[in-house]
């Protein structure tokens, strides 16, 4: 099923309007702040651990319950967006995201914290379906590849500077940490407000459809059961279980081989420094064109990434590695949510672009400790190789999907 929304079709997009727009700059600041005040898990342990609130173990489980209720908002704020427009799920996912800080800076038992950390999880990440439904809505076709890749480099400016301006805080006083996260989204919501609802259905601004919170429900489901989503979105989880080893079997692995932990760290941070750097490159050429040449070349830059760690294991090794994946990752940002604002109808972006992330977001959940497992049995070399075996299949499945759906603006 080829479902092109009217108002998304890129024939109909005026040639004098294809740039970005005021709206997408809007959405771009937002999303770096949310980013830069994030309340994010290294520092809630060690503040939950110093101020004697919880021990180790216990706030590991606070942590864990928290990404827990980021992974259930990658759905909940489609559904959100469908139902009541992506500007005031924004807005008011922010609002409610600076009430939680707020609150988890208060005094309370164990189970109101983890409660209000699980809440805060979610509001936190509601916001990223919503924005890229927006971009879907606002931004020109030609221009989505583009939009979505400059969008990733908002997060990932947002994530570079986030440890050093949260370390900081937290050295004034702990308790700021949260005072960080509540003013900088409620910043994002201000900025947010500015920006219009994009055109839906049949051409009304803002015109939602009606639904009830049941057929609500069965519309956030159906990315999952419709083609050529669904298999999109098992092999969007499959490249997500692989790349996101750089969090937990890499480090293991960097360890095992003698690095040292300042030496991991050192390592690791190339991948942050060349997406800052090389993404807003990238996103030039990122156009209109055939997006499966794009696919492949991401899944098999990353594959190959990893498949050097089986057998490269000096820190030059591992850094010029890390090199390989960081420009499969950088080529591979913006694609999935293109082919999502492809495939879904104006009215369905949030719920199908919310499926995009809970099926990367799931990639974490999953991959990491089935990662370890096999790294542990199976040794270095055996899994990383299997890593790469699993990207070519992907990119092999990317392939073979593209034979009877589109993989570009303009049809495949």
Known sequence: MRAHAGTLDSATVDPEKERLGRPFWYLWTGTCLNKVGQLLPAFFTLYLVHQHLATVQTAGWIVGIQGAGSIIASLLGGLLSDRFGSRRTIVYSQLATALFAVALGLAMPLWGL???????????????????????????????????????????????????????????????????????????????????????????????????????FRHAVNPFVRLPIAPFLFLSFVISAIYLQCRSALPVDMAAHGLSPGAVGLALSVNGVLVVVLQPVASQFSGPARLLPKLVLACGLIGLGFLLHGFWHSEIGYVCSIGVWTLGEVVLAPLGSCLIALWARSEEQGAFQAANFFAWNLGLALGAPVGLWELENLGSTTFWTGTFVLALLVAIGHAALAKHHPYGEFGE
């Open 114 to 216: 983890a409660a209000v950390a699980f809440l805060s999880g979610c509001t936190t990440t509601i916001h990223r379906p919503a924005g890229a439904a927006l971009v879907a809505g606002t931004v020109p076709a030609s221009q989505r590849a583009r939009a979505y890749g400059l969008l990733y480099w908002a997060s990932n400016i947002g994530v570079a500077v986030a440890p050093t301006l949260v370390g900081a805080v937290m050295e004034l006083a702990p308790r700021f940490m949260f005072a960080l996260n509540a003013v900088t989204s409620v910043a994002y919501a201000v900025i947010a407000s500015r920006i219009p609802e994009p055109t839906v259905g049949g051409g009304r601004k803002g015109g939602l459809p009606h639904r009830t919170w049941l057929q609500s």
